[in-house]
């Protein structure tokens, strides 16, 4: 309205201009009820225009007056969704607190306040219930959202919560999965089924979910990629035991395959070499091997790596474990691989210019066992035993504890590969159940004949050396008697 004022002043402020700087201003003549006014034309555009401005104005002044009963419900309306906000803000404030009480009185004060938000008082009801501990009121609170469409993978999802809480799988495993029968599914719902899945360790089912999963969008490629590796070599541990042929070939084509869509993810790596060296295709297995080293090198693929052969000389394997560590030269495990290289090929002086590349590196078990090893072929014996001393305190190395003392790499339970699969899918990191369990390892420390020589040199700190089972420790010698003086000579 008023931009349509402002135009027509404009325009009328124009035509009179227009006519006052022209020779003729002409004239108007109104007669009305036997009056009659004469006037310019410029005067009698502005009497015009004066007369409809005011009869706007009382218009607008009286449709103003009318409509005054709406304005003061709007004015009503828009405090009570103000202050149903501020209830909800500070309930679901109150449930991040964990104030269940305060919740819940919130809560009803929002159900008789947020009637345009029905959705938010449910959801609050509920979580406030749960806050307070009241496992009836959430549940039924919970199960009415079930009614509505929009709210349906909430409804589940707090359900299998409170079931998962009170030890109810099945029923959890049931929310979950019709939760992800919804057409807009959640991430919850699908690791929900896969984790029941992977407890009970059927690794075609949880395939079948992850491929699921991708075609739905529900997790990216690279996540689902990751999943199928790990969730392949699981499968093929579980079968390369068993004694069927079809089943060992099954355990191989599923290693390899793991191998391929995930480089870096050792297990499988191991296992499909390890299968295809027994299936006679070494230099496919070496080659799977090397693909790995360069994606990321770890203890267990170089002692793969150097098994694959039995029939060469010590030079000859140093030569091809040489060729492993230049696959992926900078890494910290090539340059571990080149003391041991050194050392398989007898050469104690390369042993240990290759061992001063690890100077540097923090001090494990596995690196003073190492440096002990290169110091004792070359004929250091007292380093060798300082060596020995740092390493019995020093702590072990994540990856190494995947090695048993056997020396047989990732000897999991179905458990830890389940674990492993969820791990490694959602972080492309490895777990270490038997670091976490603090299982025996691979040794890492060498057994060496070092024993002290009674004229050798003082060590300025104490030598601990390992305790074999059965070991009792020796019996102290007896003190030295201090020479008796001679006393004085009595006189004759």
């Known amino acids: 309205m008023i931009?349509?004022?402002?135009?027509?002043?404009?325009?009328?402020?124009?035509?009179v201009g227009a006519l006052a700087l022209s020779d003729d201003p002409g004239r108007a003549t109104v007669v009305w009820l036997g009056w009659r006014a004469d006037s310019t034309a410029a005067a009698a555009i502005l009497i015009a225009l004066t007369f409809g401005l005011l009869a706007a104005v009382v218009w607008r002044t009286i449709l103003w007056v009318l409509d005054t009963p709406r304005r003061a419900e709007r004015a009503r309306t828009e405090a009570r969704r103000r202050q149903s906000n501020d209830v909800l803000a500070r309930g679901f404030l109150a449930v991040a607190a964990g104030d269940g009480s305060e919740a819940l009185r919130l809560s009803k004060k929002a159900a008789e306040l947020a009637a345009d938000a029905p959705g938010l008082v449910r959801v609050l009801a509920a979580q406030a219930a749960e806050a307070a501990g009241d496992v009836a009121q959430a549940q039924a609170a919970y199960t009415a959202m079930l009614s509505f469409p929009e709210m349906r993978l909430a409804g589940h999802k707090g359900l299998m919560q409170l079931a998962l809480a009170q030890g109810a799988r099945e029923t959890a495993l049931?929310?979950?999965?019709?939760?992800?029968?919804e057409a807009r599914t959640a991430r919850w719902a699908w690791r929900a089924i896969l984790e029941s899945r992977l407890e009970a360790a059927d690794w075609d089912g949880a395939l079948a979910l992850v491929k699921g999963a991708l075609d739905r969008k529900i997790v990216p490629p690279i996540v689902a990629e990751r999943a199928r590796a790990a969730l392949l070599a699981a499968s093929a541990a579980?079968?390369?035991?068993a004694p069927e042929p079809r089943a060992r070939a099954q355990a191989l084509d599923q290693a390899t395959e793991a191998a391929r869509l995930q480089p870096g993810f050792a297990p499988g790596v191991v296992m499909a070499a390890r299968l295809l060296a027994e299936d006679g295709k070494v230099g496919r297995a070496a080659s799977t091997l090397e693909n790995a080293w360069r994606a990321a090198p770890h203890p267990a693929l170089w002692l793969a790596y150097r098994d694959l052969r039995t029939d060469e000389t010590p030079r000859e394997r140093a030569q091809r474990l040489g060729q492993l560590a230049a696959v992926n030269p900078t890494h910290r495990e090539s340059l571990l691989l080149y003391v041991e290289q050194a050392l398989v090929a007898g050469?104690?002086?390369a042993a240990q210019e290759a061992a001063r590349a690890l100077e540097g590196q923090p001090?494990?078990?596995?690196?003073?066992?190492?440096?002990?090893?290169?110091?004792?072929?070359?004929?250091?014996?007292?380093?060798?035993?300082?060596?020995?001393?740092?390493?019995?305190?020093?702590?072990?190395?994540?990856d190494?504890?995947?090695l048993d003392p056997e020396g047989r790499p990732f000897a999991y339970h179905a458990q830890d590969w389940a674990r492993l699969a969820i791990a490694f899918a959602e972080t492309g990191e490895l777990l270490h159940p038997r670091l976490e369990r603090r299982e025996r390892s691979l040794r890492e420390l060498p057994e060496l004949p070092i024993a002290y020589a009674d004229a050798g040199p003082m060590l300025t700190e104490p030598v601990l050396y390992p305790v074999d089972e059965g070991y009792q420790e020796p019996e102290a010698p007896p003190a030295a008697v201090p020479p008796r003086r001679p006393g004085p000579r009595a006189r004759e």
């Open 3 to 15: 931009r349509a004022g402002v135009v027509l002043i404009l325009m009328t402020a124009i035509v």
């Open 174 to 181: 049931r929310h979950a999965q019709e939760a992800y029968g």
């Open 238 to 241: 579980q079968l390369e035991h």
């Open 347 to 349: 050469d104690a002086t």
């Open 363 to 398: 001090v494990t078990a596995r690196i003073a066992g190492l440096m002990a090893r290169a110091a004792y072929a070359a004929g250091a014996v007292d380093e060798a035993r300082m060596w020995l001393a740092k390493g019995m305190s020093a702590p072990p190395e994540p």
């Open 400 to 402: 190494w504890s995947d």
